[in-house]
């Protein structure tokens, strides 16, 4: 058998981007990374904004159904995630967030009993965090500012975003100016991952630069159909595209980039998995891991939206002249509308408790928006809208072979806000951010706050409404978990590695133990930085 790379990577996303590149740079290796998806060349990708244009139906994203849920009154609900290069990075809001040390800490406590444990604390992943960030205005021990992804604050807030800083300052919580520093705690605005009105995706930050170098291979519309194992080590993959199925060897490893809900996908599909499930679909066990596709995690976002009593937000700021307004001032000045990813501010706060560590994550978007399946639900109109997040959220879903036809999507059972304790925290969310918007300065500014209904705020009201309108915060994690030796969910070691299987690793966020109290993206990028590491030592 020939060898055809050195490394195979699958998944153009966060994490795939990043080991990819980092193979090539720093270990001069032959890899070729495949893609699933499109490429992630398109103005509205581009613009900080432009995903609002997209994210009700779009080729660039791929919607997962949810299976009927029986805790929410038998509801389905989407989870999309990025079908392009670079993926959740191509198509997120661009919010920078690492999630706070505590994270990580806790994620080597699980992993301290293994006998090769590279360690995973704070003080390990913060050097790769460092590293990769280009920031415009923080520098110092947490923050880089010559690293690939270039972190920028906003380039536009608008007036309903400051608003929302001081209301929340006027209900007791601090002003933060870094939410990636000593203290999640307060009401501030968020970096992102821009500048200058064009988004830095990993695609553009990792693999841009290595155009043309005869080093790393891409292929788009590249389907992984399976990881090749012969005697307990893979050896390459079979994927499919437009020209027919083909089979590609390594020499090296293989490396799993595929997200959350793809990733324990193709394990499956490869023998890697469940023995009882693989056997309902006559796949042959190459490593008999029952956690693979367990411990899915994701945040769970509940809305409360508010119509505005005058021309306040982004209402209709896409359309018409307003579009060419905004488009005019960004082509001559660089500067106004488009350079906002279109959420500007937000807040960590514990309702419950204020003085402890942050339970809830709040984002102010100065539109009146419900996810998809909702939106027809209110009219069109001046608002704002304000999600609340539960961060540590206690509910465990999982992925299922829907059957043994690599072209059929994943069975997904997320189960958001299962577990009481994320109900009652989301309860306690929606209750405190009520209040803060029925205080001034942006009390005043409102017209009326219409779902939910601010005067029905009893702990059944607040429930019927959660169950309701709860929808994903686009950040499955953790089916395809790191644990420690004799755990026999742990499907991954301390170094990525696939157990029971040499020379297969996973770096994304299926790797994870537990979810980051925070947004997702960053953390991917650091387990392809570190994937790369522990493959290059």
Not at 525 to 535: P, V
Request: charged share 20%; with cysteine.
């Amino acid at each position: 058998m020939t060898a055809d790379y050195d490394f195979i990577v699958v998944g153009g996303g966060s994490g795939g981007a990043v080991a990819a590149s980092r193979l090539v740079t720093q270990g001069n290796a032959r890899v070729l990374l495949l893609e699933a998806g499109f490429s992630h060349k398109h103005p509205l990708l581009d613009m900080p904004p432009g995903i609002f244009k997209m994210i009700n139906g779009s080729k660039y994203m791929r919607y997962h159904k949810t299976t009927p849920q029986p805790h929410l009154e038998g509801r389905v609900h989407d989870i999309p995630q990025g079908n392009v290069l670079g993926g959740g990075s191509s198509v997120n809001a661009q919010v920078y967030m690492r999630g706070r040390p505590a994270d990580y800490d806790a994620w080597n406590d699980v992993l301290s009993g293994n006998n090769d444990n590279p360690g995973w604390g704070w003080s390990d992943v913060l050097p790769h965090f460092r590293g990769m960030e280009a920031n415009n205005r923080l520098a110092g021990d947490l923050h880089g500012t010559d690293g690939e992804v270039k972190v920028s604050d906003p380039g536009y807030v608008d007036t309903v975003s400051r608003w929302f800083v001081q209301s929340v300052q006027a209900v007791g919580e601090p002003y933060n100016t870094d939410f990636n520093g000593p203290s999640q705690r307060g009401v501030g605005f968020y970096q992102f991952t821009n500048r200058n009105g064009r988004r830095s995706s990993t695609a553009y930050a990792f693999l841009e630069p290595l155009r043309g170098d005869p080093r790393l291979t891409v292929k788009l519309q590249a389907s992984v159909e399976k990881v090749l194992i012969e005697n307990g080590r893979a050896v390459g993959v079979r994927y499919s595209d437009a020209s027919g199925t083909h089979t590609v060897h390594t020499s090296g490893e293989v490396i799993l980039a595929a997200g959350a809900l793809v990733t324990p996908k193709i394990l499956m599909l490869s023998g890697v998995g469940p023995a009882d499930h693989l056997s309902e679909f006559g796949i042959p066990v190459e490593s008999e891991l029952p956690g693979v596709g367990q411990n899915l995690i994701d945040h769970p976002e509940v809305p409360i939206t508010a119509y505005a009593n005058g021309p306040h937000g982004y209402y209709r700021q896409g359309e018409g002249w307003r579009m060419l307004l905004n488009g005019l001032q960004f082509k001559i000045f660089g500067s106004g509308r488009i350079t906002s990813a279109g959420v500007e501010a937000g807040a960590f706060v514990n309702p419950r408790n204020r003085e402890e560590d942050p339970t809830i994550q709040a984002f102010c978007v100065p539109i009146v928006y419900l996810d998809r399946d909702a939106q027809s639900e209110l009219k069109d109109g001046y608002g704002v809208t304000v999600t609340t997040v539960v961060v540590k959220p206690k509910s465990r879903g999982e992925v299922r072979l829907a059957s043994a036809e690599p072209a059929d999507m994943p069975i997904v059972c997320p189960n958001l806000l299962k577990e009481e304790e994320d109900m009652q925290e989301m309860m306690a969310g929606q209750r405190f951010f009520l209040d803060a918007l029925q205080s001034d300065p942006i009390a005043s500014k409102l017209e009326k706050i219409a779902i939910p209904d601010p005067r029905k705020c009893s702990d059944e009201d607040l429930r019927s409404h959660c169950k309701r309108f709860v929808k994903t915060n686009y950040h499955p994690a953790g089916t395809a978990r790191m644990g420690a030796d004799g755990d026999a969910m742990a499907v991954l070691d301390g170094r990525l590695r696939v157990r029971g299987v040499d020379n297969l690793r996973v770096c994304d966020m299926s790797a994870v133990p537990d979810i980051n109290a925070g947004n997702t993206n960053a953390p991917a990028m650091m387990l392809g930085s570190r994937c790369a590491e522990f493959i290059l030592q």
